[in-house]
């Protein structure tokens, strides 16, 4: 089945504690993203990445690290969270068809809260 | 320029109605509008995308009316069904150079049956 797998899908951590965010895709989708998810706020992006080795900065990178050293896998890492990175994060991927929207997806979803 | 405005923020439809919901965009050089839907507990998912080169793009039940004039886009959910009960989230994107979206805030639709 195709998707895009996302571990843990709940965790609750302390202030200061690193931790990752796992997401892997079996469709070997090029393009790879990561969201957050927030109540009147919709869905803002933090990074996204074209391929293997390429990253970039979305709308929200503060906080965030990021790496694509495998095709299928695109880990997210706070290296030292906060309360304000309290969220829904989704992970999501699609094709990379330039100058065309590919549609995106999206993991189920990890419901992160830093205490 | 970068924002989409979503409304309403949530919506109560009678199972049989007509669910509508608003986008409106700024940057001109937004050139596809993707709808996604989002049941509890999972990611959203396309729903149904139209580019400005048409004003109206219909599936099934779901239609979506584009102007670009007025740089507007709603969803329509004709006979509404309590299946259809999710958040529904508005996005605009960029010709695909980064596949960009930039997402609504959303709307928490509940149909009563």
């Known amino acids: 089945e195709a998707q895009v797998t996302q571990n843990p899908r709940y965790l609750i951590t302390v202030t200061g504690k690193k931790l990752t965010v796992t997401c892997s895709q079996n469709?070997?989708?090029?393009?790879m993203s990561w969201y957050r998810q927030d109540p009147g706020l919709g869905l803002r992006q933090i990074y996204y990445s074209m391929n293997v080795e390429v990253t970039d900065k979305g709308d929200v990178p503060e906080g965030y690290k990021v790496s694509r050293k495998e095709k299928r896998n695109f880990p997210l890492i706070l290296e030292s969270p906060s309360p304000n990175q309290t969220s829904l994060y989704f992970c999501?991927?699609?094709?990379?068809?330039?100058?065309?929207?590919?549609?995106?997806?999206f993991g189920n979803g990890t419901r992160l809260t830093v205490t | 320029q970068q924002q989409v405005k979503q409304s309403p923020q949530s919506l109560i439809v009678q199972k049989g109605g007509i669910s509508i919901i608003n986008c409106a965009y700024e940057?001109?050089?937004?050139?596809?509008f993707p709808w996604y839907q989002q049941f509890p507990g999972k990611g959203p998912a396309l729903l149904i995308a139209i580019r400005p080169d048409v004003s109206e793009k219909k599936e099934g039940r779901f239609t979506i009316s584009f102007n670009k004039s007025a740089k507007q886009f709603s969803l329509h959910i004709m006979d509404s069904q309590p299946g259809d009960s999710a958040t529904y989230f508005c996005?605009?994107?960029?010709?695909?150079?980064?596949?960009?979206?930039?997402f609504g805030t959303g709307t928490l639709l509940a149909v009563q049956p």
């Open positions: 940057n001109t050089a937004f050139d596809y």
């Open positions: 999501a991927s699609s094709t990379h068809d330039r100058g065309y929207n590919s549609p995106l997806h």
């Open positions: 469709m070997n989708h090029e393009y």
């Open positions: 996005a605009a994107g960029i010709g695909g150079a980064t596949n960009k979206l930039i």
